[in-house]
């Protein structure tokens, strides 16, 4: 998309080159107009009036009072009843960790398999790339059931085939745990994104070119080193791919959640708390949180942007 | 209604409020343009026994009223919060519908700050409601000596349900009068083999429980005070309360925050358990079911305390038809009309003067303690605080479900009335 008539051939000084770049790129602005006032409107400009909001006083439904400057945040921060904002900061920390680092540690290991020469490796790819088509409210539902948190006669799901197994010890409460029940909700989504990820580094394995493999073969190096210092560098661009859609995902997260627990303190993270602010009519808190969880993506995404853009430029 | 799964089917509810709130602006201008004989009536009845009430109400309406013209405006899905969406920009359009469904009581605060509905104490003397419903209830629709709404019905939210082939089982004869007695009560249970004897859901539910302690341990006109600013939430009594609450988990099931209140009542159908605290359509909900081992109290310590909560009906200013809205409201308020919706519903009239024998047999005994009971509010049904208040409590509770700590929950309490009493 950024790559748009630019990259052709490059424009030649002479008299009446503006009449001429205008022509060629005029064309293109045009059919792109449409969309790019949409984007304006309904992007751009709902981001702007969402910040307006934010530094407003809506608290309920009888509409804007006034201008309240950055107050909204730092009560998120300050006054909320629990320190309920950053107890459901600290969620979504837990559940990002545990998601990414769980997603790409069996992508890669998938990857690195089937990069070994697996037989079936169509087939195995199907399956590991599966749950990925299955959206996460239909995966919420059948994972609500698998990490119910009932024990021993009451148990069901996963809790149960471990009473079944006589492996009862391994029963835990799952997403119920104060302290580390993100962790466990993380499960469900590391189990639908590693086929991805899985995806993402295989393709990154077969962009290596073969003479690379070669060269480290001619000059003796064991398959430990040729995977240490030749092939797992040159991944590098694709692991960090697979670190920002897995994150910008991972901080947006709310559908998962809602399906598995539903909306309550112990798995609360910030868009959930916007949906419950919401319906308490509360429109400036959920717009500032709204705007923080904005920030929370741009951190993660525009040093990315910016890192792609130089590439293309210099490719 | 609050006591659903709110956001079950959000997307698809969103979209259906979407088009609802299309067709129903569609309406308002045909209604404006010519004769004045439609009456929008605005709510989240759209199927069951809500639908079979609303019904109900709409051909007694159509009897009483018959110059004018039921249109129904009904938004289904979220249980009431799509509902609640599309109300809001409606009302901020200035296209109100000629009437709309709230709880009564403080949820209704907001519309009355706004200046979005009209007084109708005028209305209350005309059509004789003030003495027909009893004086606690008048006292709580008042606002700064004004009603602005007349309720449809009323349900109770602090009823103890049990298995009675359980109790008997552990020797158990008689409902528990007082909080000591539920006690030793749980314990026998507990002795017999009933692990956990209390069954329990999810936040609201859990906020059901805890308000019926309060009353118990703070009374009726103390915990009322609790939520119009007289009552400090502060004070040693309401530690008791917490205390007490705490201990009453220790009897529940543990996995109950991933529980909504049907999960909690089949622990109680299966033998699983012995006692759900639970408002008074779980009768319904058990009947249509087909179980018929149970037994119905107040909850122990509670007294004649009924704890109300009631789904009502409003004149929004710049209603189109307002003299149409006034014939449904007198209908509504109206013995006859109370008798079509509520007989339908399961729940039971406001009016003090129901005949009990028109209805079935939990409803006849909630009439008779209706008549000489104390009206106290519930928070989580809309009649004691506003929607902002209870998210806050619902917040509190859950967190204290998952690690008990009674100062920080009394902190919260303390923190959400400062944040909310009074706005």
New interface residues.
């Given amino acids: 998309m950024t790559t748009t008539p630019s990259s052709t051939t490059r424009p030649r000084r002479r008299p009446g080159a503006t009449r001429a770049k205008l022509r060629r790129w005029a064309p293109g602005l045009l059919l792109l107009s449409p969309s790019l006032v949409l984007l304006a409107i309904f992007v751009y400009g709902l981001i702007g009036w969402t910040v307006k909001l934010s530094l407003s006083d809506e608290?309920?439904?009888?509409?804007n009072k006034g201008f309240v400057g950055l107050k909204n945040f730092t009560d998120l921060f300050t006054e909320d009843?629990?320190g309920?904002f950053v107890?459901s900061l600290k969620n979504l920390l837990i559940f990002t960790v545990v998601f990414i680092i769980g997603a790409l540690v069996m992508g890669l290991l998938w990857a690195f398999l089937l990069e070994r020469g697996v037989r079936g490796e169509g087939f195995l790819r199907a399956v590991y790339l599966f749950p990925m088509a299955i959206s996460f409210v239909a995966s919420g539902v059948v994972w609500?059931w698998l990490m119910?948190?009932?024990?021993d006669d009451?148990a069901g799901g996963l809790n149960r085939i471990f009473v079944d197994l006589h492996l009862g010890f391994l029963q835990n409460?799952w997403w119920?745990d104060?302290d580390w029940g993100m962790a466990a909700m993380a499960l469900p989504a590391i189990w639908q994104l590693s086929g991805y990820v899985m995806a993402l580094f295989l393709s990154g394995f077969r962009g290596i070119p073969a003479e690379l493999r070669e060269a480290a073969a001619v000059d003796g190096a064991s398959t430990y080193q040729l995977y240490r210092h030749v092939l797992f560098p040159q991944l590098t661009p694709t692991a960090l791919s697979a670190l920002i859609i897995l994150g910008h995902m991972s901080m947006k997260m709310f559908d998962l959640i809602?399906s598995v627990?539903?909306?309550?303190?112990?798995t609360?993270v910030p868009a959930v708390y916007v949906?419950?602010?919401l319906?308490?009519?509360?429109y400036a808190k959920a717009a500032a949180i709204s705007i923080i969880l904005l920030l929370l993506v741009a951190i993660v995404i525009v040093p990315y942007l910016i890192y792609n853009n130089r590439v293309e430029r210099r490719s | 209604m609050r006591f659903r799964?709110?956001?079950a089917f959000?997307a698809a509810g969103v979209a259906l409020a979407l088009v609802a709130s299309g067709c129903g602006a569609d309406d308002g201008d045909g209604s404006g343009s010519g004769d004045n004989k439609k009456v929008e009536v605005f709510t989240w009845w759209a199927d069951g026994g809500e639908k079979a009430g609303l019904d109900g109400l709409v051909a007694q309406f159509k009897t009483d009223c018959s110059q004018y013209e039921f249109v129904n405006g009904a938004v289904a899905g979220g249980a009431g919060?799509n509902a609640?969406q599309v109300l809001?920009s409606r009302?901020?359009q200035g296209d109100p519908p000629d009437t709309f469904q709230a709880h009564a009581g403080a949820e209704l605060s907001?519309?009355i700050?706004?200046g979005q509905i009209e007084d109708l104490s005028a209305q209350y003397q005309e059509w004789g409601l003030t003495s027909a419903f009893p004086k606690g209830l008048i006292d709580s629709l008042t606002v700064d000596g004004k009603i602005y709404s007349v309720p449809a019905n009323i349900h109770r939210a602090n009823v103890l349900w049990a298995n009675k082939k359980v109790l008997a089982e552990a020797g158990i004869t008689a409902a528990p009068k007082d909080l000591p007695e539920f006690f030793t009560q749980l314990d026998t249970l507990k002795a017999n083999g009933v692990a956990a004897p209390l069954a329990l859901g999810?936040?609201w539910t859990q906020q059901m429980l805890f308000e019926a302690v309060l009353i118990s341990d703070l009374g009726p006109e103390k915990f009322t005070g609790l939520w119009n600013g007289q009552t400090d939430w502060g004070g040693a009594d309401v530690t008791t309360a917490i205390n007490d609450y705490k201990k009453l988990l220790s009897y529940s099931?543990?996995?109950r925050?991933?529980f909504d209140w049907t999960d909690a009542e089949k622990l109680v159908m299966d033998g699983?358990a012995a006692y759900q605290l639970m408002g008074d359509w779980e009768a319904a909900d058990l009947d249509a079911k087909g179980f018929k081992d149970y037994s119905y109290s107040v909850f122990p310590g509670n007294g004649n305390a009924y704890q109300w909560l009631a789904d009502s009906f409003v004149l929004p200013k710049g209603a189109k038809n307002p003299e149409g809205t006034k014939c449904w409201l007198k209908t509504l308020g109206s013995a006859a009309g109370q008798k079509a919706f509520n007989t339908k519903k399961g729940s039971i009239p406001a009016r003090t003067d129901a005949v009990a024998t028109d209805y079935p047999a939990y409803q006849q005994a909630a009439i008779a303690d209706w008549a000489k009971g104390v009206p106290v509010p519930s928070c989580p049904h809309g009649s004691a605080c506003?929607?902002?208040w209870?998210?806050?409590v619902a917040?509190?509770?859950?967190?204290f479900?998952?690690?008990g700590d009674v100062a920080?929950l009394q902190k919260?309490l303390v923190?959400?009335a400062k944040?909310f009493a009074g706005?």
Avoid: C, F, V
């Fill in positions: 608290h309920n439904a009888l509409g009843i629990n309920r107890h609500r119910n948190s009932g024990t009451a409460p119920t104060p809602m627990s539903g909306a309550q303190w112990i609360e949906w419950q602010a319906l308490t009519s509360d | 799964t709110r956001a959000a919060s609640k809001a009302l901020q907001d519309y700050k706004a999810k936040d099931n543990k996995d925050d991933t699983k506003s929607q902002g209870q998210g806050a917040s509190a509770q859950g967190k479900s998952s690690d920080s919260a923190a959400a944040q706005k």
